[in-house]
């Protein structure tokens, strides 16, 4: 088993965690060599890591990251492997390389939808403000949050990146759903914290995962999205349950793992369980085993458009801060 993840650079603080889950799922699998090597961050950098990972194992994970996942699928059917996508969740991504991709994460434009759903349920409707980060994933799900609120009737106002939130003419009442990098959506909470009449829900990707409450000084009743969180006791039929990986991540690294690390155990487990029931690593065979494979792991649910290769099944989680 080979992945290339950022070790080092922009994504580091995931790509570590992602490194350290492997390592724990390594341990319980107990059957499986693991090789990791660092991509840096680095978009030029991904093919080559790709390549010198692809030549040395048999089954291949990808980089986290949409940005440099997107690298990856263009590279994908070159690599003569079928690439686990693990840590891009763009739509673009999911669907780049049909038979040559294979997606775990619920897209980007799913996202928002627990979030939007909870708006949903307040006494009173207000508008919410949409504010993406400058990269395509931002956009993505800022445009799944606008979508699903127009289906329930919530409405928006949709703003760019360097746009300020209201602040002297602000609403009664108005709500912040925020989807960037971990820095951006931080600022804007900040931000959205400081105003005289704030914002009276407040979402964001970044409080999905524990390091959002040491950087932002009032979390409290924050909303973050995640692709996995601790405690849904769901079935699991490939790989470690819950039970199992926690404590092994946990002898590790001293701390409880956010989503990167169990989507890329999770991913790790999918890989292996296909191999094993097909007999052979060889790409077309990993691809049809996965195309009929609909199963769950300690990540969730798991099944793929047979035609693209994208996630189907997977569902975010809504996480709520409290002091």
């Known amino acids: 088993m080979g992945a290339c993840l950022s070790l080092t650079g922009r994504y580091s603080r995931f ?3 992602a490194a350290a889950g492997l390592q724990a799922w390594h341990v319980l699998d107990g059957d499986t060599e693991l090789v990791v090597e660092d991509d840096g961050s680095d978009p030029a950098r ?16 990808g980089p986290y990251s949409t940005q440099l996942m997107r690298v990856a ?4 059917p070159d690599l003569g492997h079928l690439v686990w996508n693990h840590g891009g969740s763009g739509d673009d991504v999911a669907a780049a390389a049909p038979g040559h991709v294979v997606s775990v994460l619920s897209p980007a434009s799913r996202y928002a939808e627990p979030f939007v759903r909870r708006l949903e349920d307040q006494p009173t409707r207000a508008v919410l403000w949409l504010v993406p980060g400058r990269g395509s994933f931002g956009r993505q799900v800022i445009a799944g949050a606008a979508e699903m609120a127009q289906t329930l009737g919530l409405p928006t106002v949709r703003v760019g990146p360097a746009d300020a939130l209201p602040a002297e003419h602000a609403p ?5 759903f925020c989807a960037g990098s971990f820095d951006e959506d931080v600022a804007r909470v900040t931000a959205a914290r400081g105003l005289a009449r704030g914002p009276r829900v407040i979402g964001a990707v970044a409080a999905g995962v524990r390091d959002f409450g040491q950087q932002v000084s009032n979390a409290e009743g924050v909303y973050g999205i995640a692709q996995w969180f601790p405690g849904r006791r769901a079935t699991v039929e490939v790989g470690p349950s819950e039970e199992e990986f926690l404590p092994a991540y946990r002898a590790l690294t001293g701390a409880v793992p956010d989503y990167p690390a169990v989507q890329a155990a999770a991913t790790a487990a999918l890989a292996t369980h296909c191999a094993r029931a097909a007999g052979s690593v060889a790409r077309e065979s990993l691809w049809a085993m996965a195309v009929a494979l609909q199963t769950t792991t300690m990540f969730g649910a798991f099944r793929i458009d047979p035609t693209s290769g994208a996630q189907l099944s997977h569902q975010t989680a809504l996480v709520r801060w409290t002091a």
């Open 46 to 61: 991904v093919g080559s890591c790709l390549r010198a990972v692809a030549g040395r194992c048999d089954l291949l994970l």
């Open 15 to 17: 790509g570590r965690q």
């Open 73 to 76: 699928s263009r590279v994908a």
């Open 172 to 176: 009664e009442a108005w709500d912040l």
